[in-house]
């Protein structure tokens, strides 16, 4: 069965400081990946996804995830995180033309001011 | 602009008690999904539904139910609540078409269970 599995539950950092959030997953099929951002108090929305092509992805608010395949992981990486990064981090995968899209635990983003 | 809408953000219940959450989309979405969502477990899959009236158990379907009779909406039935699903329920939707199966969420229904 799929899973997938977040390195870090819980993560401090500075305003400016960098960021890289870990995220393997075991598939060993064709596969999309998504990171999705919960917000304080809004809704799960979309970061970024992979389905094919460049394995190095940009999302929105700078952020970007670089898929290995030979690692199965797709870590999550910002430069210069902001105070406004605060939130909840969730690596997600399904099998291409698949159903199911599976989530990992997530992660807690606390960045001070 | 996209929307998935539950119908309650809150709800306390008893135990025993019969507990309907209802989900519609307004994006003509073929696919919709339950997921419950607790700390610490991330997002874990209930039900999905294909089409209408179409169902599929997901990886944790014990003590729910689901109900799919038009396409922008999708409801969630817990027969008879008990304590252990107290937890956040996420409603998403998703095209069936396209390359990538971006998924569309709610804002949630906070359920607790006494």
């Known amino acids: 069965a799929q899973s997938v599995s977040q390195h870090n539950h819980h993560v401090i950092l500075s305003e400016a400081a960098s960021l890289e959030l870990g995220c393997n997953y075991s598939?060993?099929?064709?596969?999309?990946l998504f990171w999705y951002v919960q917000y304080p108090g809004q809704h799960l929305q979309l970061l970024l996804k992979y389905f094919s092509g460049d394995p190095l992805v940009k999302g929105i608010k700078g952020f970007e995830a670089e898929f290995i395949k030979s690692k199965f992981s797709f870590n999550l990486r910002k430069p210069s995180v902001q105070w406004s990064d605060t939130a909840e981090y969730f690596c997600a995968v399904n099998e291409s033309g698949g159903f199911k899209t599976i989530f990992g635990a997530g992660t807690r983003l606390f960045v001070k001011a | 602009d996209v929307k998935v809408t539950q119908s309650s953000r809150y709800l306390v219940k008893r135990t025993g008690e019969k507990v309907f959450l209802e989900c519609v989309q307004d994006m003509d979405h073929e696919n919709m999904f339950w997921y419950r969502q607790d700390p610490g477990l991330g997002l874990r899959l209930i039900y999905f539904s294909y089409d209408v009236k179409m169902k599929e158990k997901g990886d944790i379907p014990e003590g729910y139910s689901v109900s799919r009779e038009k396409k922008e909406r999708f409801s969630l039935i817990l027969e008879s609540a008990s304590t252990n699903q107290t937890s956040m329920y996420l409603c998403?939707?998703?095209?069936?078409?396209?390359?990538?199966?971006?998924?569309?969420f709610g804002e949630g229904s906070r359920l607790t269970v006494l």
């Open positions: 998403a939707s998703r095209d069936s078409g396209g390359a990538v199966g971006e998924l569309f």
């Open positions: 598939y060993g099929g064709t596969v999309n």
